[in-house]
């Protein structure tokens, strides 16, 4: 006999409809996640390979530069004398200084070839990174939109409690620790932004841009709440306001959360680390960790991702982006380097997260 599946569970249709919905929600958030966290580890390999490479790199870039320079000024010199006395100048050690001449300038065009090779190379690499970068947390901040999603993120990423024997929630923590951090971080700067002011030039100036008469627009909610501590009543931003706190506010803060510990990533890191990476350091290997996690990261962000390189329409328009690109790197080199001082708004905005991660 076929049994009536209302009557069996004793619920109503619109009830099974609405537990229906619940697995699908979740699946979805969990998809995007696990999305997210190879999108992830695909920058930190790239970042590993940028640490073994830009040493040799930058060093052959300055020995380029230094050369097409010395071959000009020696052409230059020669070119202004045979100006100035209508004949080329005797060159010691050379018998022609015609000759001597060609092959300076056939030396400085190899040279100028072999270093725009090389920048040009470096520049494709550091406009991959930057758009990985951007869409990486351009894809965090469209997970965190909303109190709901934003507690499914953390329980979904969240790291675990490793025990002394075994290494797996070592490595799992290790891997997503920074996508933890900076969830926690962007949650931080908007419970802040909503209840106090902030002291550091650029948050001041880009949130009085957005919020000129100090409204209460919350990133986190879907209607309007109030908070019966502070007695202010926080409404919902509006997409024109969202998209550019978004873009000048929330992406440099998740950036620099994000990339805060990459230099860990690096074979000076990894020299330090040992066969064991999750061993218990002593004070001089911590202090010289540190001091190379800081060093690499910001060389990461200045060389290994930079200030892109895009399609100009205009003078102002270059002037414009470039501006606003070194304003945004320099925050986020900022803020790293904060890290450093105690109580210091910028250094709290990552330290607090980074001590609860």
Not at 133 to 148: A, V
Not at 274 to 277: I, M, N
């Given at each position: 006999m076929l049994i009536d599946s209302k009557s069996k569970n004793n619920k109503p249709s619109w009830a099974e409809d609405k537990l229906s919905q619940i697995p699908t929600m979740v699946s979805d958030i969990s998809r995007k996640i696990s999305e997210y966290r190879q999108s992830y580890r695909e920058l930190v390999r790239d970042a590993e390979v940028f640490f073994e490479e830009y040493p040799q790199d930058y060093r052959r870039l300055?020995?380029?530069?230094?050369?097409?320079?010395?071959?000009?000024?020696?052409?230059?010199?020669?070119?202004?004398?045979?100006?100035?006395?209508?004949?080329?100048?005797?060159?010691?050690?050379?018998?022609?200084?015609?000759?001597?001449?060609?092959?300076?300038?056939?030396?400085?065009?190899?040279?100028?070839?072999?270093?725009r090779a090389l920048e040009d190379k470096l520049r494709v690499q550091s406009n991959k990174r930057y758009e990985h970068?951007?869409?990486?947390?351009?894809?965090?901040?469209?997970?965190?939109?909303?109190?709901?999603t934003f507690s499914q993120f953390l329980g979904t990423i969240a790291l675990s409690t490793p025990s002394p024997k075994e290494?797996?929630?070592?490595?799992?923590?290790?891997?997503?620790?920074?996508?933890y951090i900076t969830a926690l971080t962007i949650a931080l700067f908007e419970e802040l932004r909503l209840k106090s002011a902030f002291e550091t030039p650029f948050l001041k100036e880009e949130l009085n841009k957005l919020f000129p008469q100090g409204e209460r627009f919350s990133l986190m909610v879907d209607k309007g709440i109030s908070d019966d501590a502070s007695n202010h009543t926080f409404k919902p931003m509006p997409a024109d306001i969202k998209m550019a706190?978004?873009?000048?506010?929330?992406?440099?803060?998740?950036?620099?959360?994000?990339?805060?510990?990459?230099?860990?990533h690096s074979p000076e890191a990894n020299q330090v680390l040992?066969?064991?990476?999750y061993r218990k350091l002593s004070q001089s290997e911590r202090t010289k960790l540190l001091a190379i996690i800081e060093k690499k990261t910001a060389d990461y962000l200045k060389l290994g991702?930079?200030?892109?390189?895009?399609?100009?329409t205009s003078k102002e328009h270059k002037d414009t982006f470039v501006t606003h690109e070194r304003r945004q790197l320099a925050f986020m080199l900022k803020m790293l380097e904060s890290l450093k001082a105690e109580r210091h708004e910028l250094g709290d905005l990552l330290r607090i997260p980074m001590t609860y991660a």
């Open positions: 300055t020995v380029l530069k230094h050369k097409v320079n010395t071959y000009q000024d020696q052409i230059e010199y020669i070119e202004n004398y045979r100006k100035e006395k209508g004949k080329y100048p005797s060159i010691k050690g050379q018998p022609s200084a015609q000759r001597y001449m060609a092959r300076l300038v056939a030396q400085q065009t190899n040279s100028d070839n072999e270093l970068l951007d869409h990486l947390t351009d894809y965090m901040l469209n997970l965190l939109n909303g109190e709901r290494k797996v929630r070592h490595i799992r923590n290790e891997r997503y620790k920074p996508i706190y978004r873009e000048n506010v929330l992406k440099p803060i998740a950036k620099a959360a994000l990339l805060q510990s990459i230099g860990m040992g066969d064991d990476r991702v930079g200030i892109p390189t895009i399609k100009y």
